[in-house]
Nanobody, 123 residues
């Protein structure tokens, strides 16, 4: 079992940067592949990016080159660095984890979800 708590969301302007954090507690942090999803009003939840146990990352095309994921095993924390933010990045961002080595783009493949943190980008 693992508990996930996101933080760092807020209101920013287009072009700004923001860093989200996901603090994990419970079983060994390094046992999980982790990732980020987001959901905008009226839209389905979508994959943002993932990081495997070994640190390999992958991203949705819409954020590739602007967002990056990292994890600090000593702090049991995963990060989502978001640069060059756009109004279309506005959404609730969710931290996810699963007890397998690699990440997945599918919501159903994740066992654990955080409560979400709101990111709003104004134009």
């Amino acid at each position: 079992q693992v508990q996930l708590v996101e933080s760092g969301g807020g209101l920013v302007q287009a072009g700004d940067s923001l860093r989200l954090s996901c603090a994990a507690s419970g079983r060994t942090f390094s046992s999980y592949a982790m990732g980020w999803f987001r959901q905008a009003p009226g839209k389905e939840r979508e994959f943002v990016g993932g990081i495997s146990r070994s640190g390999r990352t992958g991203y949705a095309e819409s954020v590739k080159g602007r967002f990056s994921i990292s994890r600090d095993t000593a702090k049991n924390t995963m990060y989502l660095q978001m640069n060059s933010l756009k109004p279309e990045d506005t959404a609730v961002y969710y931290c996810v984890a699963r007890s397998l080595a690699g990440w997945s783009i599918n919501t159903r493949d994740y066992d654990y979800w955080g409560q979400g943190t709101q990111v709003t980008v104004s134009s």
